[in-house]
């Protein structure tokens, strides 16, 4: 039995599109958790990300941006949204809306920054994978909001950590979970 081409061209299409978001949501866990694996593989190594403030080659990106994201107590967390993947052959054009939220001290005060951001993206398929080859943040808003109360000093929740100690990882090697009958 053989699939027509039509019906070739969509499932081709949808394998691109998936693929595709799987490199987006890669990107952000890799930022986050300050994975540079993760990073790298998101970009071809001749690939342009402008940031606005800083410009850096894909080959360069994971150093240039775990030295922006991983010093200091500060995490980062990106939310997506909206994502229209649009697939013309070994090209792909993507518009991601995001929420980018970073936490900051200044003068003694903790605050929090929300960005609405999108990544409009130039993915190209080479070697087997998708991967970015172009990319322009578009700054839609931003605030910055002064932190009153937080609830991170609870031994109840799980603090998040910019690295491989992150339960998103170390889950992989075993049981995370608290038993539930120790309260």
């Known amino acids: 039995m053989t699939m027509d081409q039509s019906l070739e ?3 081709r299409s ?6 595709i978001r799987n490199v987006l949501l890669r990107y952000c866990r890799g930022v986050d958790r300050c994975d540079d694996s993760l990073i790298a593989s998101c970009y071809h190594d001749d690939a342009v990300d402008d940031h606005g403030n800083w410009r850096v080659s894909g080959k360069d990106a994971p150093r240039e941006i ?3 994201v991983k010093p200091g107590p500060e995490s980062a967390m990106h939310f997506m949204g909206n994502i229209q993947i649009e697939v013309e052959g070994d090209i792909a054009f993507a518009e991601s809306y995001l929420l980018a939220f970073r936490t900051a001290h200044h003068n003694e005060r903790a605050y929090t920054r929300t960005r609405a951001i999108r990544f409009v993206d130039r993915f190209s398929y080479r070697n087997g994978e998708w991967r970015i ?3 322009v943040v578009v700054d839609d808003w931003n605030r ?3 932190i009153m109360e937080t609830m991170s000093d609870t031994p109840l929740f799980r603090p998040s950590s910019k690295d491989h100690s992150d339960p998103v990882y170390t889950i992989r090697q075993g049981r995370v979970a608290r038993d539930p009958e120790l309260r």
């Open 9 to 11: 061209a969509q499932l």
């Open 66 to 68: 775990l030295a922006r």
């Open 133 to 135: 080859s172009e990319r």
């Open 14 to 19: 949808l394998l691109a599109e998936r693929d």
């Open 144 to 146: 910055v909001d002064e």
